[in-house]
């Protein structure tokens, strides 16, 4: 067991963090600040309230209605994969093995189904830009009625979805077709990353040789994508870490690659310009600087072949120290209606999202335009307002962390046990 899976069954055994009503006051009341100064909005209006309301009624009936409509692929295994303390599940995996390819699909739940341009949600959504995470803290981008219920793939309940259906090449795991399609689905089980990693190693568990083999193909595609010259930051990341990943990269390249090359549309592109040949050189030398590291000689002409070489081999203890030395000199991705310049860090031609669209403005977009094939007339602004919103969201969660630790607090257990309030005796 690595120790991120240690670290990650301890606070499921743990429990939230205590802490006395005065020292909730404080958190309390540096959210406010924090909200004020990067206008953050934690109350939704009432009519969006309502509006979320009014689509969690008569739900069931109206899910049998769409079958017609849909792919039904309810007989079908899929599960879903997510943090412990997750309140929402946006997205559930299915695979299988053929004689000449595999299939894996990744459903994504329906969101524009519920939201869409001619609602007040949409244009809250489009105000927040996104959910902000905070340690025990959640600000959802779509009010929670909505987000945690219907459009959440929960365990052994029908609901709707956009899957994305990747057939892949057994021996090089390029795509032979991808076909995006409205679904029904019944997700079989709400797994934890822990508890994934407990069934790969339980031969006999539910879902075991579903979650074995998508990980063979995971672990793949992760391979592939170092040997591509993909930054791969985090090394040591644990095999249910694996899956999430390189299945929702490999579905994001899957519909921007639609978008862009079958369609020809705009769409909301993710663009992650490259460092300049000095800023790379200046990273590359603060690595080679550090004591127990050594950046391979025959890696320097790609750095982000030389950083992964690199972070392979060097002790557990300097690898915060290379990423940030890295991210340093990293500009900031954003969002664009042309893929102009692909994404570096990932070494993508075109990359785009659309596997969370409960929590990200960039996807919901992106699931309207894939189902109508319609771009909205303001997508330029759109793009402009998702980049900054999460600049914003990025800020505040870290300086909500620093305040926390400024108290005392690991922002860390917090974020993984949640919080609880104790009365003074």
Not at 220 to 235: A, F, I, T, Y
Not at 347 to 371: A, C, K, M, Q
């Amino acid at each position: 067991m690595s120790d991120s899976q240690a670290e990650a069954g301890t606070a499921e055994a743990q429990g939230p963090v205590e802490i006395d009503e005065e020292m909730a006051r404080h958190l309390e009341n540096k959210r406010e600040e924090l909200f004020e100064k990067f206008e953050i909005r934690d109350e939704f209006p009432p009519e969006v309230l309502e509006g979320a309301e009014e689509r969690t009624e008569g739900i069931q009936q109206e899910i049998r209605d769409e079958v017609d409509e849909r792919e039904d692929l309810r007989d079908m295994a899929a599960w879903t994969i997510d943090p412990v303390d997750a309140q929402d599940f946006d997205d559930a995996l299915s695979v299988e093995e053929r004689d000449d390819e595999y299939v894996v699909r990744v459903h994504i739940a329906d969101v524009t189904h519920y939201v869409n341009p001619d609602t007040a949600m949409w244009d809250e959504a489009v105000e927040r830009g996104n959910t902000v995470y905070l340690p025990g803290y959640t600000v959802h981008m779509l009010p929670p009625v909505l987000a945690e219920t219907v459009c959440s793939l929960v365990p052994n309940e029908d609901r709707l979805a956009h899957t994305v259906e990747m057939h892949l090449d057994k021996e090089t795991l390029s795509y032979e077709t991808i076909d995006i399609y409205k679904s029904v689905i019944e997700s079989d089980e709400r797994l934890t990353y822990t508890e994934a990693e407990q069934r790969l190693d339980d031969p006999d568990s539910h879902l075991h040789d579903e979650i074995s083999l998508v990980f063979e193909l995971a672990d793949r595609m992760h391979e592939q994508r170092k040997e591509d010259g993909s930054l791969v930051l985090n090394p040591r990341r644990d095999r249910a870490h694996t899956i999430i990943e390189e299945c929702m990269l490999k579905a994001n390249k899957a519909v921007t690659h639609e978008l862009m090359w079958d369609r020809g549309v705009e769409a909301m592109y993710r663009v992650h310009p490259q460092p300049s040949p000095d800023e790379w050189d200046e990273a590359l030398r603060e690595i080679q600087d550090l004591d127990g590291v050594s950046v391979p000689g025959e890696a320097w002409e790609d750095p982000r072949v030389a950083v992964n070489a690199t972070l392979a081999e060097a002790p557990d203890r300097q690898l915060d120290k290379i990423q940030w030395a890295v991210m340093k000199v990293m500009p900031r991705a954003k969002y664009m209606n042309d893929p102009f310049g692909g994404h570096h860090a990932l070494n993508f031609e075109i990359y785009g999202h659309f596997t969370s669209p409960i929590r990200r403005l960039s996807d919901l977009i992106n699931h309207w335009i894939v189902y109508t094939n319609d771009v909205p007339e303001d997508l330029v602004a759109l793009c402009d307002r998702a980049s900054d919103r999460q600049k914003e969201a990025e800020s505040c969660e870290r300086e909500y962390k620093d305040f926390l630790q400024e108290v005392g607090l690991d922002p860390d257990a917090v974020n993984s046990r949640g919080i609880e309030v104790v009365e003074e005796e």
